[in-house]
């Protein structure tokens, strides 16, 4: 299985079916305004990461399996699978949160005695 292969089936399989399920409720600005600002931290965090491991020669993508498009000698793919990632992963809370159970009403508030002296 190619790289863009494993990012259809796993990363755009899911976002697909969340898009559908959550349908117009992602125009909420405010999902947007979480979701762009951490995919940028995942980027900035995992672009260094993986340039200085295939630089040290710890891991590497084959050609075969790819694209061939680098980036910092990281493969396009490897920046989508962050993006994607990042996207399922806060659509998935989103859904999850807004599919919730109806939030439970606060307990009344229980007498309190105090003892004098203590």
């Given amino acids: 299985m ?4 494993f990012l259809a089936l796993f990363l755009l399989v899911p976002i697909g079916l969340l898009t559908l399920l959550l349908g117009r409720r992602l125009f909420c600005r405010r999902y947007w305004l979480t979701t762009v600002p ?3 931290i995942v980027l900035l ?3 260094p990461w993986d340039h200085a491991a295939v630089a040290r020669g710890i891991w590497n993508w084959s050609p075969a399996q790819t694209w061939g498009l ?8 490897e920046y989508l699978f962050a993006l994607l990632e990042t996207l ?3 659509l998935l809370l989103y859904a999850l949160l807004r599919s919730g159970p109806a939030p439970v009403p606060a307990a009344p508030e229980e007498e309190t005695t105090t003892r004098k002296g203590v």
């Fill in 2 to 5: 190619t790289y863009a292969g």
């Fill in 38 to 40: 951490l995919a940028a």
């Fill in 45 to 47: 965090a995992m672009a």
């Fill in 70 to 77: 680098r980036l910092w000698l990281i493969p396009l793919e």
């Fill in 88 to 90: 399922l992963t806060t």
